[in-house]
């Protein structure tokens, strides 16, 4: 099992060795259970139904398309939460995105 820290709350002192099975529950994470960003969270609402990338970014009230891209579409893809509807083709102009089962899991959450 992983465990995800984040660093912002911790001190670290390189002259110890850091045990992160004695930290506190709210600092440290397991990677099993997937982390839904306010962002990605929105455009899994966005998703309701196979839709274009510019269809998703007017939903979601964004312009810019790699600001788009990087915060909200990668990561949603990458943890499995939406994909789309011509694998093959990730650069089609005709692409569109709609939610997996895992998505439809985590807004029901």
């Given amino acids: ?3 995800i820290v984040k660093l912002k709350d911790v001190i670290i002192d390189p002259a110890k060795p850091v045990d992160l099975t004695t930290m506190p529950a709210e600092k440290a994470t397991s990677d099993t259970t997937p982390q ?6 929105r455009l ?11 269809e998703l970014q007017t939903a979601l009230a964004l312009s810019d ?3 788009f891209r990087t915060q ?9 939460l939406i994909e789309r509807t011509i694998p093959a083709k990730p650069n089609s102009r005709l ?3 709609r939610l997996t089962a895992k998505g439809r899991a985590a807004i029901k959450k």
Wanted: glycine residues 2%; positive net charge; hydrophobic residues 35%.
């Fill in 1 to 3: 099992m992983q465990i």
């Fill in 36 to 41: 839904v960003t306010p962002q990605v969270e």
């Fill in 44 to 54: 899994l609402l966005a998703c309701a139904k196979p839709s274009l990338r510019t």
């Fill in 65 to 67: 398309r790699k600001h």
């Fill in 72 to 80: 909200h579409l990668d990561p949603a893809l990458n943890a499995g």
């Fill in 95 to 97: 692409q569109k995105y």
